[in-house]
T-cell receptor
Framework: GQNIDQPTEMTATEGAIVQINCTYQ??????LFWYQQHAGEAPTFLSY????GLEEKGRFSSFLSRSKGYSYLLLKELQMKDSASYLC???????FGKGNQVVVIP | DTAVSQTPKYLVTQMGNDKSIKCEQN?????MYWYKQDSKKFLKIMFS???????INETVPNRFSPKSPDKAHLNLHINSLELGDSAVYFC?????????????FGPGTRLTVL
């Protein structure tokens, strides 16, 4: 089976850095996705990690530790448009976490 | 051009009715999915089809029946609708099921059962 855990909500100011954590337990792992979902919209792909370490893509970075069943998404230089829910998903059975709502304030 | 499209966008219906949601992708992808997102925003996979064949079927009531006439379409038919079926249903597609490929989501269908 699978269990994916994410904290539910955080607030941060423009220009700040936030880290969104995701822990998972799964039988069989072959990658972890991060998606961004704005209110009332569909999820959009942000990143994919299959090996341990940090993947950087502009203002967003994603980290994976397979031995710890842990990933995080790092958002730098926060902008108002980054206010959204961030979902992690383990690929093996396409199970998504509940998402972490990030609210960016001026 | 819309990559993954769903119709209708909103669906309001009475308990006990039968309804269908259609999904089409023009990305040439081999794999399509249906997800249910409930009021708590939990996104759960329901079905996945690869080249018109069912490859994932999570624990979903058999009132839900996916149909894939070709690899560009995956429709969802729901019989005897219940209050608990109210949710947003997302269709998605990816290039292949066995590799990393990211999923592209449709805009969602908000189903409300009264």
């Amino acid at each position: 089976g699978q269990n994916i855990d994410q904290p539910t909500e955080m607030t941060a100011t423009e220009g700040a850095i936030v880290q969104i954590n995701c822990t998972y337990q799964t039988s069989g792992f072959n990658g972890l996705f991060w998606y961004q979902q704005h209110a009332g919209e569909a999820p959009t792909f942000l990143s994919y990690n299959v090996l341990d370490g940090l993947e950087e893509k502009g203002r967003f970075s994603s980290f994976l530790s397979r031995s710890k069943g842990y990933s995080y998404l790092l958002l730098k230089e926060l902008q108002m448009k980054d206010s959204a829910s961030y979902l992690c998903a383990v690929k093996s059975r396409l199970a998504f976490g509940k998402g972490n709502q990030v609210v960016v304030i001026p | 051009d819309t990559a993954v499209s769903q119709t209708p966008k909103y669906l309001v219906t009475q308990m006990g009715n039968d309804k269908s949601i259609k999904c089409e992708q023009n990305l040439g992808h081999d794999t399509m999915y249906w997800y249910k997102q409930d009021s708590k925003k939990f996104l759960k996979i329901m079905f996945s089809y690869n080249n018109k064949e069912l490859i994932i079927n999570e624990t979903v009531p058999n009132r839900f029946s996916p149909k894939s006439p070709d690899k560009a379409h995956l429709n969802l038919h729901i019989n005897s609708l219940e209050l608990g079926d109210s949710a947003v249903y997302f269709c998605a597609s990816s290039q292949a099921a066995g590799s990393y490929n990211e999923q592209f989501f449709g805009p969602g269908t908000r189903l409300t059962v009264l």
